[in-house]
């Protein structure tokens, strides 16, 4: 599989501090990749870099197979974005607006504006003022107009912000079908955890600027480890029973309430059946996956316990 992006020692500082420090990161062609950070982590401003909105202090972009340098234009027309809040000429309608971004992109296939409307659920909207729209309107323009000229390379910045539900599982079918049957590529950058794990092949987790884990989604599966979740009101008879009569030392009490459970050589049968020979009241005992979130944010604390 062909690396379509790839960033060598990324650097940006702004008044003498570093935003982005020495990130390597690598995107494979026809991948949707998560891009996942805290507030202020610098995902934007990665992708910025990418889009030559912003130039690194140090290290390198690769784009396309070609190195990015100051002057690098052509390569534009190959790719769709977002970044931050989609703007758009407010007195005009969603239909002019996007047949001016296909006159800036030298692109003139009007039978598209209408297939990239359509794709994102906005219709009848043909005589209606952007000013008119509310955010999530805004949002799922603002992903036509990124998708309309079919680019080989989508650079989505929190793409489903201001979008409901039922639009985050629309705009998350569409971004699978660009990627499975256009065979588009898509970095996608989102605080939503749980809609990238629906979707995203590959995560990238970036902390205070510093990239502190590139990962297949599979081999993210792979490392989470199935655990028995445990609720009752007397975590602390129940931990004691684990401990002592079951030898199991694997758990971790999350909070007063919830134990969970990581030795899997017991059964989950035999662990409730301990516990209630021995008055323990149990509310519920599942087993369970450890989800993307819970990978995230144990990946996040590692780094700030170790710094």
Partial sequence: MSVILSTNHLTKSFQGKDVVTDVSMRVNQGQI???????????????????????????????FGEPLTDSSIEYLK?????????????????????????????????????????????T?????AIRDFSLGMKQRLGIARSIITKPE????????????PVGMKDMRNVFSMLSKEYGMT?????????????IADTIGIIKSGRLIQEIPMDAMKG???????????????????????????NFKVMDNSVIRIYETSIAQSDIS????????????????????EEYFLTQIEEVENYA
């Fill in 273 to 292: 059946k301990m516990l209630i020979m021995n008055d323990v009241a149990i509310e519920s005992i599942n087993k369970k996956t450890a989800s993307l």
């Fill in 223 to 249: 490392q989470n480890t199935d655990y028995v979740e445990l609720k009752t009101s007397d975590y602390k008879k129940a931990t004691f029973i684990l401990e002592n009569k079951l030898h199991i030392k």
């Fill in 78 to 122: 190959r790719i769709g974005s977002i970044i931050e809040n989609p703007v758009f000429y407010d007195k005009l309608t969603a239909l002019e607006n996007l047949e001016l971004h296909c006159g800036y992109m030298g692109f003139y296939n009007k039978k598209a504006i209408k297939e990239a409307l359509d794709l994102v659920h906005l």
């Fill in 186 to 198: 898509l970095l996608i950058s989102s605080h939503l955890l749980g809609e990238v794990e629906l």
């Fill in 33 to 63: 990749y998560g891009f996942l950070g805290p507030n202020g982590a610098g995902k934007t401003t990665v992708m910025k870099m990418l889009l030559n909105l912003v130039k690194p202090t140090s290290g390198d972009i690769e784009i």
């Fill in 153 to 164: 390379l989508l650079i989505l910045d929190e793409p489903i912000n201001g979008l409901d």
């Fill in 124 to 128: 009848n909207v043909d005589h209606k």
